[in-house]
């Protein structure tokens, strides 16, 4: 049964390359980053994109039964590409044959693609403005 769930995120809170960083917690309490960035590099050596100037986010979701890292980027003018890698007993699994992103995901992709159209696919694109940008939902 769907019950809302904390979702953060922090205008400090992205990666190396600018990529914002939300967390999503099932157990409404704040999510411990650090599992989750290491997941992120491993995904961004395997796709052929300039992470530094590409509108990016990454959703760090502490799910009920799982721990989730979706990895999201858009590309193709207004394509959105995701990413889902699952943590399991032998490590961060992407399959997207069994995992995707979820419910609780979406509420975070909508207000990206809000952000996305506001900043990004405007008459005066800005990638810092586009960044500066963050949803949060207690």
């Known amino acids: 049964m769907f ?5 953060e995120s922090h205008p400090s809170w992205s990666d190396p390359d600018g990529i914002k960083v939300y967390t ?5 309490q704040p999510v411990n980053q650090a599992p989750y960035f290491t997941r992120p590099e491993a995904v961004k050596k395997q796709k052929k994109v300039a992470w530094a100037s590409t509108p990016a986010f990454a959703i760090f979701h ?9 990895l999201a980027w858009w590309d193709n003018g207004n394509e959105l590409f995701t990413s889902v890698s699952v943590q399991t007993a ?7 044959t069994k995992y995707a992103f979820c419910v609780y995901d979406l509420e975070v992709i909508w207000q990206e693609r809000n952000h996305f159209v ?17 949803f949060v939902h207690g």
């Open 90 to 96: 032998s490590g961060w699994v992407e399959d997207p």
């Open 118 to 134: 506001s900043f990004m696919d405007c008459a005066e694109p800005s990638l810092e403005r586009y960044r500066a940008q963050r």
């Open 3 to 7: 019950q809302p769930r904390k979702t």
């Open 24 to 28: 999503i917690s099932a157990r409404h």
């Open 62 to 70: 502490d799910g009920a039964d799982m721990a989730y890292l979706v």
